[in-house]
């Protein structure tokens, strides 16, 4: 089957502590993407890649860091420096790199909890 | 910069209702708009992506439309049944004068409760 997983789908953590969120594709996408969802909210980007060994910014980047090294791999770090980490991380890659009209496809989510 | 505004935040309608959510963006530059679902505590699933120069896209009881110079667009359900139960999201990919890599910029939702 071909798809985006998240692992895991849930995750604790602990003040402090960094702790990092796996993404893997086997669609053969260029493009890959990280948001973050609040209840009741949208989705907002973290960072995004749009091919191997390159990355971007998105529109709330701090106390995030993200790798790059293979293509169906995107993993995010959430990082002690993140105030309020708590949240749905959705995960998302699309065919094509700089092209805007291609539909992103989304992996199933991890929960973060910090406790 | 782009803001999506969904309206309503919530509906609760019977089955077989015809219904219509609407979508506005505030800057009628954009690459394209897309319609996704979530359930909950899931991943989203896209449902219709509508470029910019087409003015509606049909997938069996979805319609989605869109008015890019008044920023509007509204996604149809004809029919609705309960599994059409879940949150229905807007994202558009904004045009900043070169392009975005496909990065979406989404509206709040709207949930939907088809109850029988």
Redesign the interface.
Known sequence: DGG?T?SPKYLFRKEGQNVTLSCEQNLNHD?M?WYRQDP??????IY?S?IVNDF?K?DIAEGYSVSREKKESFPLTVTSAQKNPTA?Y?C?S?IH?????????????T?LTVL | KQE?TQIP?ALSVPEGENLVLNCSFTDSAI??L?W?RQDP??????LL?I?SSQREQTSGRLNASLDKSSGRSTLYIAASQPGDSATY?C?V?P?AGG??????T????TILTVHP
């Open positions: 985006i998240q493009a993407y009741g909210q949208g989705l907002r980007l995004y749009q971007q998105g749905f959705l998302a699309s790199r700089g092209l805007d009209t291609d539909t992103q496809y989304f992996g199933p989510g929960r | 999506v935040a690459y394209n897309q996704f505590g899931k991943g989203l699933t896209s992506l470029q999201l994202a990919v045009n392009t975005s890599y496909g990065k979406l989404f509206g709040q939702g």
